[in-house]
């Protein structure tokens, strides 16, 4: 199956799909055995529920215009973050995970606009950059949980949480057990 483009005599470009006659063919005789009687089709039709039926069965675009809509729907989705900022990103993160980090801080870091680094960020890594903090967050309690003796209050604040009953919930949600529990679980 290919694409071509022709332009007519005004000038105006038209998209038009080829499909391999056997194809075709063997889409006509299902037709037919569906009941559609090709007497009374005539050939350009009979082309058209063809060519849609192909093109339904390939998930192909069928309008004139819908390879450059692709084009354009390609142009205008996000694309992923560069390792380089990235890197960055991730370096303050890490240097700054005690302290409140806004997403205007994150996209400062990479040097790039809020709503732009929203969409290439989670492009990047599949989550939103506030959720990546919390994992991050999370990550480094459960190092201090195994590492120190530092009550949860303690680390709580150490890795930025206001309080300990938001820091309990969150690391429920993430690490699917309380903090104590996990701790426990882990000296044993």
């Given at each position: 199956?290919?694409?071509?483009?022709?332009?007519?005599?005004?000038?105006?470009?038209?998209?038009?799909?080829?499909?391999?006659?056997?194809?075709?063919d063997?889409?006509?005789?299902?037709?037919?055995?569906?009941?559609?009687?090709?007497?009374?089709?005539?050939?350009?039709?009979?082309?058209?529920?063809?060519?849609?039926?192909?093109?339904?069965?390939?998930?192909?675009?069928?309008?004139?215009?819908?390879?450059?809509?692709?084009?354009?729907?390609?142009?205008?989705?996000?694309?992923?973050?560069?390792?380089?900022?990235?890197?960055?990103?991730?370096?303050?993160?890490?240097?700054?995970?005690?302290?409140?980090?806004?997403?205007a801080?994150?996209?400062?870091?990479?040097?790039?606009?809020?709503?732009?680094?929203?969409?290439?960020f989670?492009?990047?890594?599949?989550?939103?950059?506030?959720?990546?903090v919390?994992?991050?967050?999370?990550?480094?309690?459960?190092?201090?949980?195994?590492?120190?003796?530092?009550?949860?209050?303690?680390?709580?604040?150490?890795v930025?949480?206001?309080?300990?009953?938001?820091?309990?919930?969150?690391?429920?949600?993430?690490?699917?057990?309380?903090?104590?529990?996990?701790?426990?679980?882990?000296?044993?």
């Amino acid at each position: 199956m290919s694409l071509q483009l022709t332009s007519d005599f005004h000038g105006n470009t038209a998209q038009h799909q080829h499909v391999d006659p056997a194809i075709l063919d063997r889409l006509a005789k299902a037709l037919v055995e569906a009941g559609v009687n090709p007497e009374k089709l005539d050939r350009h039709a009979e082309n058209e529920k063809r060519l849609a039926i192909v093109a339904r069965l390939f998930e192909l675009p069928i309008s004139p215009n819908a390879k450059l809509e692709q084009d354009q729907r390609a142009r205008r989705a996000p694309s992923a973050l560069p390792k380089w900022r990235m890197k960055r990103v991730v370096e303050y993160v890490d240097s700054h995970i005690s302290e409140q980090i806004t997403l205007a801080d994150l996209a400062s870091a990479a040097g790039m606009s809020r709503m732009y680094f929203a969409s290439q960020f989670r492009v990047a890594t599949g989550m939103r950059p506030h959720d990546y903090v919390l994992h991050k967050r999370i990550e480094r309690a459960q190092h201090l949980l195994c590492t120190t003796s530092e009550s949860l209050v303690e680390i709580a604040l150490s890795v930025g949480f206001q309080t300990q009953a938001h820091f309990t919930t969150i690391f429920k949600k993430i690490a699917g057990n309380t903090p104590l529990r996990w701790r426990r679980e882990q000296q044993a």
